[in-house]
């Protein structure tokens, strides 16, 4: 009985390893991973030496110093933004007449013309960027109330909320006018 089970058992064996045979030939194989040597940027090294500065470059220092100049120039015109559009939340939030606010055309604004200047002048471009979208989420907030769609202005809203917590934030690195971000920030 035995004879009788090993014929097909040695040819099912024979089968299996031919099939596994052609697979892992045919098969395809991923591109070799390449691996690259940290530049010593985040080494273990710098970490543990606290007198190295990374601002030692002069590509840091005159960025740093461009951006100096820009909170310098602009800090005013992110927070006279920010006190406006609070005024256009707000107004959203105590839910006014949507006729008193469908004329209001936030990106015709002197703020909103400062603010875009400013995202222009940006040293960093996705800085500049967000900027840029911290004004688009305040005028789509405004025109999804105008037009009944609650849910798209309250996600708006809270956008803008985070876009003016990361703002400030970043304000308070070159502080021009420290009391008005303190104060504005607790509003």
């Known amino acids: 009985m035995t004879n009788d089970l090993l014929l097909p058992i040695l040819v099912c064996t024979f089968c299996l390893s031919v099939i596994v045979l052609v697979y892992l030939r045919s098969r395809s194989r991923p591109p070799a991973k390449t691996f690259s040597i940290p530049d010593g940027r985040n080494g ?3 970490e543990t030496n606290s007198s190295r500065n990374y601002l030692d470059s002069p590509s840091e220092i005159s960025n740093n110093q461009s951006l100096a100049r820009w909170h310098e120039t602009f800090e005013r015109e992110v927070l006279n933004f920010i006190e406006c559009a609070d005024g256009y939340i707000r107004s959203i939030s105590k839910e006014d007449i949507a006729e008193e606010i469908k004329g209001v055309d936030v990106l015709a604004t002197e703020e909103a013309t400062r603010l875009q200047s400013a995202a222009s002048e940006h040293p960093s471009p996705e800085m500049g960027a967000e900027l840029s979208a911290f004004l688009a989420t ?9 037009r009944g769609d609650m ?13 003016r917590e990361i703002w400030f934030q970043r304000l308070r690195q070159f502080p021009q006018d420290l009391d008005r971000i303190i104060r504005l920030r607790r509003l």
């Open 44 to 46: 273990s090294d710098e």
């Open 151 to 163: 849910d798209l202005s309250l996600q708006q809203r809270s956008l803008y909320a985070e876009y």
């Open 138 to 146: 305040v005028s789509a907030s405004l025109h999804a109330y105008t």
